[in-house]
């Protein structure tokens, strides 16, 4: 292969982005910590970034709570495509196109299958009010328990 090859559409183009995608928090962003920190402070207990195997959808929420089945994803805006502030990329958008809806239909089977296996599942949008999300997790603690 010649250096003018163009990238596979299922890696990033360049050594850098790869480097700066592999930068990325998976866990512990701030306003996933944010959260917890009001969550623990308000007496909840939880657990972190917890693998779940669901029929072959293997979802791993941000915050779960175990006893009450209920699964907390806290959603970057750019990667979850929010309706707010989410964009797609005007560069390289073979890339960013499909990526970015593979992360959407990854999570709509993710929701799915915890749904089905009797689960809550909550969605915070990572530019929503710490305070804000925390009341809304506690509100749906409160009515499932």
């Not at 939880?46 to 669901?54: F, I, K, P, T």
């Not at 993710?110 to 749904?115: C, G, K, N």
């Amino acid at each position: 292969m010649t250096s003018s090859s163009s990238p596979s559409p299922l890696t990033p183009p360049t050594a850098s982005r790869s480097r700066n995608m592999a930068a990325i928090k998976r866990r512990d962003t701030q306003p996933e910590r944010a959260i917890r920190s009001l969550l623990h402070a308000a007496g909840k207990r939880y657990r972190v970034d917890v693998r779940m195997e669901l029929g072959g959808v293997r979802p791993r929420p941000d915050i779960v709570f175990s006893r009450a089945r209920v699964a907390v994803f806290v959603d970057g805006c750019f990667w979850h495509c929010c309706p707010e502030h989410g964009r797609h990329p005007r560069t390289n958008s073979s890339y960013w196109g499909p990526k970015l809806e593979r992360n959407r239909t990854r999570d709509r089977a993710a929701d799915e299958a915890l749904a089905a296996a009797g689960w809550t599942v909550i969605r915070i949008w990572e530019h929503e009010a710490p305070q804000k999300a925390a009341e809304r997790i506690m509100m749906v603690l409160n009515t499932v328990a």
